[in-house]
DNA sequence: ATGGGGTCTGTACCATAGTACGGAGTCAAG
DNA sequence: CTTGACTCCGTACTATGGTACAGACCCCAT
């Protein structure tokens, strides 16, 4: 496949599949097809695309472009330790960052529903006023 | 009080003030005190605090900038709709970001639990692989 | 064999939310 | 009345994660 296929498959521009090259995080293969001095068009395989799809996972589960690098260059199994503190890592700021826009959630729906009710001004507009 | 002391109660920097200055979220009040031509120091007083420390709350509760900077413009309670609007539409963006999250800490979760406790290779690392 | 759409490379630009810095001016305590 | 901390202002820079060209070049179908 081409990169625009493995960026539509991935859900991503093609744009962001060579930034993600830049960044290390997917590889860049030779351009085959041509005979060398500016060959053909660079192929890509299935496993770029698992590759292009973890990262996408990996980054919905917060982990930054940086960690998710790091997280790939940890060659299969290696460094299980390493592997593990990150995920335990990640799953604890996933549980503070939770609690934190459940407790905004909170305060916003009450906001919201002393708005609709109350006589005075408005709470979430002058919530910051006298 | 002073921008420094403004900033430290609200628990940001200086340069983030003026930076809200900038954005015209915060206002900037007369340099008093001076005898105009490069007049004395700007004095911020509790009014200035609480708009300050509403503006960190809205952003914990996800709001941008810009958008808070709409909830400031809404003079109070004369647009209430709109600032009920933008309250709504911001709780429905937390329930979409908290089970998000939610599902990314469960398959992460599963992820280093097979990491600890499976023979084959980490599954965190090799997630993306053949 | 030709034309239109996809690709390649490099560089530049974008938004968001700050952070840093230089050089001048000002305030307040000793 | 000096000294040291703080303030002012403008401008520039940072990090993160992309997005947008321009000008070549290439590939495939007709």
Avoid at 52 to 65: D, E, K, N, V
Wanted: proline share 4%; with cysteine.
């Amino acid at each position: 496949m081409t990169i625009g296929a493995l960026a539509r498959e991935g859900g991503v521009g093609v744009e962001t599949v060579r930034y993600y090259q830049r960044r290390g995080l997917l590889d860049t293969p030779d351009r085959s097809g041509g005979n060398a001095l500016s060959g053909g068009v660079r192929r890509y395989g299935p496993g770029d695309l698992r590759r292009l799809r973890f990262i996408r996972q990996a980054q919905a589960s917060g982990f930054t472009l940086e960690e998710i690098g790091e997280l790939l260059a940890l060659d299969a199994g290696h460094d299980r330790p390493r592997a593990q503190a990150l995920a335990t890592a990640r799953i604890k700021a996933l549980d503070a960052k939770i609690a934190e826009l459940q407790a905004a959630r909170t305060a916003l729906q009450k906001l919201a529903q002393d708005c609709a009710h109350s006589d005075g001004p408005c709470p979430i507009i002058s919530a910051f006023e006298a």
